[in-house]
């Protein structure tokens, strides 16, 4: 009898935060097309901003430095030598003879590797740079892939969380009610009333699991874009673009 009276005081102690009738649901403005397609364009514009991509940038550059060598690496690898005859100069005789008829005074000579004039380095280099705009491309294709990916995903989020806060705001209704009910004696049992409440509590541990799950949908599309989804949302919405 004690557990019933202090049940019943603990209730009635509540603040009723006054019974809400469920409004009509607003139109989410990302639903508008318009908005929709404003908001995807600059989500991508943004992604591709992407320091992935700059890395791409920066090797691609990289190859081309290495085209500009290879054309101008042939002159490092040619060599030239030459030398004077000793003999000669000393006007030595060989057998009787002077050297100088049998042996040059001087010679010079210039070493060129066979393939010098081959252009597989520079082929080699400008495969390379295909490489890497291939390479950039998927990226960028990538990109625009999970952006949008992630973009759909926090889309589903709002919307559950919409809904989740219907049914929350309905059951804390129900909630209200039961508790009138018992202070004017129409519900006999306090129990009536606790699991009513017990309802409420599981549709507001749902929201709140919502909700998480909307700020981690939030903090995923930021991490490709590098700017908070809310400043973009805000700034389509205000221009319109």
């Known amino acids: 009898m004690k557990t019933v009276i202090t049940l019943c005081i603990v209730f009635l102690s509540l603040p009723v935060w006054g019974q809400k009738k469920p409004s009509a649901t607003p139109i989410d403005s990302l639903q508008l097309p318009h908005i929709d397609s404003a908001i995807r364009t ?13 890395e791409a940038d920066a090797q691609i550059a990289v190859s081309k ?9 042939w002159l490092n690898t040619i060599g030239v030598s030459g030398n004077i005859n000793e003999f000669v100069i000393n006007n030595s005789t060989i057998n009787g003879v002077p050297a100088a008829t049998l042996f040059p005074k001087y010679n ?7 393939g010098i004039f081959s252009a597989q ?4 280099a400008r495969r390379r740079i295909d490489v890497n705009q291939a390479q950039k491309e998927l990226q960028e294709r990538t990109l625009r892939k999970e952006v949008m990916i992630r973009y759909e995903n926090y889309r589903e989020k709002k ?21 009138r009910e018992f202070a004017s004696g129409e519900v006999p049992s306090i129990r009536d009333v606790n699991r009513e409440y017990e309802k409420w509590i599981d549709q507001r541990s749902k929201q709140r699991t919502r909700e998480r799950d909307l700020q981690i949908a939030e903090l995923e599309i930021e991490e490709l874009i590098g ?7 805000r700034n389509v919405l205000s221009t319109g673009k």
Request: charged share 20%.
């Open 42 to 54: 600059r989500l991508i514009e943004l992604a591709l901003k992407n320091p992935a991509l700059q």
């Open 65 to 73: 430095l290495q085209v500009k060598e290879a054309k101008s690496a």
């Open 227 to 233: 700017v908070p989804l809310a400043d973009v949302i």
């Open 121 to 124: 380095q520079k082929n080699i």
């Open 108 to 114: 010079f000579g210039i070493a060129i590797p066979l």
């Open 159 to 179: 919307e559950l969380l919409s809904l989740q806060k219907q049914v929350t705001d309905l059951q804390f209704n129900t909630y209200n009610e039961s508790q």
